[in-house]
C-alpha cells in the first residue's frame, strides 16, 4: 500500500520553521494541541521535531521570567531528530515500525523536503483493518 494515501499534507500540518522564537513555538504547539511538532528549515527540508518537554527544559534552564525573553529566543537549539524521517517510497511496515516510538512519522520528499507526516493512529487503524 502507498503511504500517501495516509499522508496530511504539509499544508494541513503544524510545523515550525527554523529561526523561529520560542514564544511563536509555544503559541503554535498550543493552539494545535499536539505534544510535539515537526521543524523545517527556510528552504522546507525537515530539520526536526519539539517537543513541550523541550520548551519546558529551555524556559526552566534559561529560568524565563516572562513571554517577553521568549520572543527574543529562537527555537533552533531545541529541535531533535528523535522524530526520524522517511521517504514517500516507504512501506507500510517500515512506518509501523517507526510509529511504535513515535506519535507521527514525519515523510519527505527525494530532496529532504518536509510533504507531511503520517499519525500513529492511522497506521494502526490500518493494520487493524487488514486482519
Do not use: C
Request: proline fraction near 3%; charged fraction near 25%.
Amino acid at each position: 500500500m502507498n503511504i500517501l494515501f495516509f499522508l496530511r499534507p504539509k499544508s494541513g500540518v503544524t510545523y515550525l520553521t527554523l529561526g523561529n522564537s520560542l514564544r511563536q513555538g509555544l503559541e503554535k504547539m498550543r493552539n494545535s494541541g499536539y505534544t510535539e511538532i515537526p521543524v523545517v528549515d527556510k528552504d522546507g527540508t525537515y530539520a526536526g521535531t519539539v517537543s513541550q518537554g523541550d520548551f519546558l527544559w529551555k524556559i526552566l534552564d534559561e529560568n524565563f521570567t516572562d513571554m517577553q525573553m521568549a520572543e527574543h529566543t529562537p527555537i533552533d537549539n531545541l529541535v531533535s531528530k528523535r522524530n526520524a524521517a522517511v521517504s514517500i517510497n516507504t512501506t507500510m511496515e517500515d512506518l509501523l515500525s517507526k510509529a511504535i516510538d513515535q506519535n507521527f512519522v514525519p515523510v519527505v520528499d527525494d530532496f529532504g523536503a518536509f510533504v507531511g507526516m503520517v499519525t500513529r493512529k492511522a497506521i494502526i487503524k490500518y493494520f487493524a483493518d487488514k486482519k
